[in-house]
């Protein structure tokens, strides 16, 4: 996505473009390699389902268990599409906070994720994905905001599970009211 002014950051820099774009899923070449590998990119995947399953079920432990303790959340390019503005999340607690504390009561959502494209790196992993998010007013479900967004995620590897150390969210497209859910500051 150079062409379009993407800047790369993160962890990973192998001087690729922001999102995983490989031309093949598998590596490894034996089976016990495969294996392994099937087991990791599936474990990477899983960080994501949990962020947003976490979110639409409201289980704090398991958005939580999404992340790393240091883990860095950047919503500020989706929230820039409709003129909201946002900080920075940084931390598991802090993140895992802000965004169950901003819909709690207030905000029913469902998370859908597909295209996940993964590339690992020894104990650390980029995750591309695309996910839609369907937030609706909980007391007025004809208030919503549909978005369409790109994931560019970095993890690390925590033992037999994968954690997340830093999510981008774009937005590419979206339909409704964001600001009627998320507000122009959010």
Known sequence: MAERGVVRRGPIDDGEDMYVTDHHALAATDTAGLL???????????ALY????????????????AFADAAELDFRPAASRWGGEVPLMTGRDSITDTILDGFRGRVDTTHVVTNPRVRLDGDRARLTAVVEAQHLLTADHTTFALLKNLYDVDLSRAGRRWLVTSMRIENVWYTGEPKAIFGAQV
Do not use: N
């Open 50 to 65: 949990r962020f947003g399953l976490g979110q639409d079920l409201q289980d704090r432990d398991l958005l939580a268990s």
């Open 36 to 46: 392994a590998e099937l087991r990791d990119r599936t474990e990477v995947i899983d």
